[in-house]
């Protein structure tokens, strides 16, 4: 169960965000409304949030999943690969420092995004990606065998991150897409495969009782709920232009 969650409001620069998309700029309001309605959503599952302000000098900073990756009893400060966002990890250390007392860090040269991370019960994987290099996937490796946690390291070959492409829903389930569905990483796990056509669903978060989910994608959505989870469909367009996905948003622990 997640009690809380931190996120972080979109700037005014937002619409001046990396992309590899070619979905067009994003329309700052539009983002402002759909964020709000995230948050809304995640109280809906029942944690508190943390809102952090939103800073013009980090266009990107919306993404908060990316500055650290958390625990039950420790936290991970990253390493962003991206060298713009770099600074993001300034701001959210303060926050959080203000839940946890036990904190690592990833060092330069490695590079960490924590979109690369999936945790699946005491076992996390990690992606190799543009952002996530083996150094970073080395280190944050051995901090969690350190804590007695499991570590797999995964070369990806389209995705962006690794949760673009697969999400945990519990009870052993995982939302998987592309390169994923036969990756033989995660053959014990039963899964509820993603379409071509709607790839970017698979990126949902398992918030609680709930299943966050991006709307417009009808086959997920009805699979997802025959294996027995109820769902929240919001309105995403806006960070998809950036890359971004529901995970992207919100740091959950």
């Known amino acids: 169960?997640?009690?809380?969650?931190?996120?972080?409001?979109?700037?005014?620069?937002?619409?001046?965000?990396?992309?590899?998309?070619?979905?067009?700029?994003?329309?700052?309001?539009?983002?402002?409304e759909q964020h709000e309605a995230y948050i809304k959503a995640l109280k809906i599952c029942g944690v508190e949030v943390m809102i952090l302000p939103s800073n013009n000098e980090f266009p990107d900073s919306t993404f908060v999943e990316d500055t650290a990756v958390l625990t039950p009893n420790f936290a991970v400060i990253s390493n962003p690969g991206a060298l713009s966002r770099n600074g993001e990890i300034h701001e959210m250390e303060p926050a959080v420092k203000s839940f946890y007392e036990k904190i690592y860090y990833i060092k330069s040269p490695g590079t960490l995004d924590g979109g690369d991370i999936l945790q699946i019960e005491d076992h996390f994987y990690i992606g190799l990606s543009a952002r996530t290099n083996l150094e970073g996937a080395e280190q944050l490796k051995q901090i969690l065998e350190l804590e007695d946690y499991k570590a797999t390291i995964i070369q990806l070959d389209k995705f962006f991150h690794l949760k673009t492409g697969i999400a945990y829903l519990g009870d052993q389930t995982v939302v998987v897409a592309g390169e994923f569905i036969d990756h033989p990483d995660f053959n014990t796990y039963s899964k509820i495969i993603v379409p071509p056509e709607e790839e970017y669903a698979a990126n949902c978060i398992r918030v609680n009782d709930f299943v966050i989910l991006p709307a417009g994608y009808p086959i997920t959505k009805q699979r997802i709920n025959e294996a027995g989870y109820q769902t929240i469909e919001l309105d995403m367009t806006e960070f998809r232009k950036l890359d971004g996905?529901?995970?992207?948003?919100?740091?959950?622990f």
Do not use: H, Q, W
């Open 1 to 32: 169960m997640f009690k809380n969650t931190i996120v972080k409001t979109p700037g005014e620069s937002y619409i001046n965000g990396l992309t590899t998309s070619d979905l067009g700029s994003p329309i700052l309001e539009k983002a402002l």
């Open 245 to 252: 996905g529901l995970s992207c948003l919100s740091l959950r």
